[in-house]
């Protein structure tokens, strides 16, 4: 349900982040990169990434009576494509040293950029390293895999990679800057008994990766029940995610289809701190 305390609150921590990061714009323009940012946000959250909707819903309830037209909205968004991810990695490094040695939880979720019958007219990506499988849905799909880690069901890490690249390949492409005894939940796509293995040397960080029958390394009977219960929770928190997403996202370019898919993860992150 939309509310009129959580918009005000994302945009008191949107202005506050921007103020710690000592963000710098020309003061004369009408409109600040934060009102910008709270409105992109505002659009994930609750009109399924619809940013002209939002424009409207934005100018007409008097949230940002000078609101940009279409076209310079979306130019500016475009230009803080590269601040958006700086923000999500401030907030979530900041929470991370908060927490401190932590549970952390890892999962991946796709986004298709369309139906696959029409993959061969798709114009926002094209390629076979698009094509991947979603294994609990037994199905194919044409887009994009978003590698999220969570804390306290909050978003502090997350990459998007083409469909096709395998869960496993996630643990060379995030950062997991966590403190060191932190332990990393994630289900048995994520098996690489060598990955695990240089984490926990490297970064002393314990990779709780859920076993499959046929595995090498057999958990006992508490392990495994623990890491069943923490991947309830991980598919409760990214049901939340996924349920702002509309069944198609609108966009008229990779980069745009990007910016939109990132600001679902990221929108969501600040939504929980308000």
Request: one cysteine or more; hydrophobic letters at 40%; aromatic letters at 12%.
């Amino acid at each position: 349900m939309l509310s009129e305390d959580k918009i005000i609150a994302l945009y008191c921590i949107v202005d506050d982040v921007l103020a710690n990061m000592r963000h710098d714009e020309d003061p004369k323009v009408q409109v600040s990169d934060s009102e910008v940012i709270t409105t992109a946000f505002v659009s994930a959250l609750y009109f399924g990434g619809h940013l002209d909707n939002t424009r409207h819903f934005m100018k007409m309830k008097g949230y940002i009576p000078n609101m940009l037209g279409k076209s310079r909205f979306c130019r500016r968004l475009h230009r803080l494509a590269d601040f958006l991810f700086d923000m999500f990695f401030k907030l979530g490094k900041d929470l991370k040293d908060m927490a401190g040695a932590a549970t952390y939880r890892l999962d991946s979720f796709p986004v298709a950029v369309c139906d696959n019958i029409r993959i061969s007219r798709s114009k926002i990506l094209r390629g076979e390293v698009f094509r991947g499988r979603h294994a609990a849905m037994r199905r194919y799909f044409y887009g994009v895999r978003v590698q999220v880690m969570t804390w306290g069901g909050i978003p502090v890490e997350f990459c998007m990679v083409p469909g096709s690249e395998h869960d496993s390949q996630a643990l060379g492409k995030l950062p997991f800057d966590v403190a060191p005894e932190s332990c990393i939940y994630m289900d048995a796509g994520y098996t690489d008994y060598q990955s695990e293995e240089d984490l926990f040397n490297a970064e002393l960080i314990y990779a709780k990766v859920g076993r499959k029958k046929n595995s090498k390394r057999k958990d006992e009977p508490y392990e495994n029940f623990i890491k069943e219960q923490m991947r309830k929770k991980i598919e409760t928190e990214f049901s939340l995610i996924k349920a702002k997403m509309l069944r198609c996202i609108h966009a008229v370019t990779q980069q745009g289809f990007l910016i939109k898919v990132a600001l679902f993860v990221i929108s969501f992150a600040f939504y929980q701190m308000a």
